[in-house]
């Protein structure tokens, strides 16, 4: 039913009463949402799954309890996102351990977590949102305990893939320097004809 009354200053009073608690109410919405959002974890499983396909190694502690250098193919498990990295694989369960990588929910964010021992804790070592922080964290990781006797950075595929596609981005960089300077020399071509022609126009006729 149509009601044609002018609004009382009371029934607008009402409204913006019911329009802040309604945006308080889509607002409690909203973060209960972004509180159960999955977290991403693409690129993190991605560096994994590439660099494990390469003939990089690491030092680690072996079945026997003893050092030994182990290829990543064999130290690197990627599975229902979450990410293992094993430093040690001893039949000693005490000091067998890996480092676990996996997106929390809870936390909004990417956990970083040693396991070592029969029936691990976790030992958190690095939380952040960022998926780049995370792989950087990684990458410092793996620095410490790369094997350069095995490990040769010229023989990686993905090394080789690297250089190509670094080589393209400088020749592009340079063919576009090149288009940007012949641009200008053009432009400067034209104005210095344009420039010519209107001298020309305005030089004045004798009268005869």
């Given amino acids: 039913m149509r009601n044609d009354k002018p609004v ?6 009402f409204f913006r ?13 909203n973060e209960q949402e972004s509180e159960h959002q999955e977290v991403s ?6 560096f994994f799954r590439q660099i494990m396909t390469q003939n990089i190694f690491i030092h680690t502690v072996g079945l026997n309890g003893k050092h ?31 480092i676990r990588l996996r997106p929390d929910v809870g936390l909004q964010s990417i956990v970083v977590e040693r396991m070592h021992g029969y029936r691990p804790t976790a030992d958190v070592l690095y939380v952040s949102r960022d998926q780049c922080h995370v792989i950087r964290f990684m990458i410092r990781w793996l620095l ?6 095995k490990t040769k950075l010229n023989n990686l595929d993905l090394y080789k893939r690297f250089l190509e596609d670094q080589q393209a981005e400088i020749e592009r960089k340079i ?4 288009a940007q300077r012949e641009a200008e020399e053009i432009q400067q071509a034209l104005e210095k004809h344009q420039a010519g022609f209107i001298r020309r126009r305005i030089v004045p006729t004798k009268i005869k």
Avoid: C, H
Wanted: no cysteine; aromatic share 12%; hydrophobic share 40%.
């Fill in 8 to 13: 009382t200053p009371a029934v607008k009073y």
């Fill in 17 to 29: 009463r019911l329009e802040k608690r309604a945006a308080q109410i889509q607002q409690a919405l």
């Fill in 41 to 46: 974890f693409e690129e993190v499983e991605g």
């Fill in 68 to 98: 030994e250098s182990t290829i990543l193919s064999k130290a690197i498990f990627s599975m229902n996102r979450v990410v293992r990295v094993y430093y040690s694989t001893s039949f000693d369960e005490n000091q067998s351990g890996f």
């Fill in 144 to 149: 410490r305990r790369i094997d350069w006797d």
């Fill in 175 to 178: 063919a576009e320097a090149e």
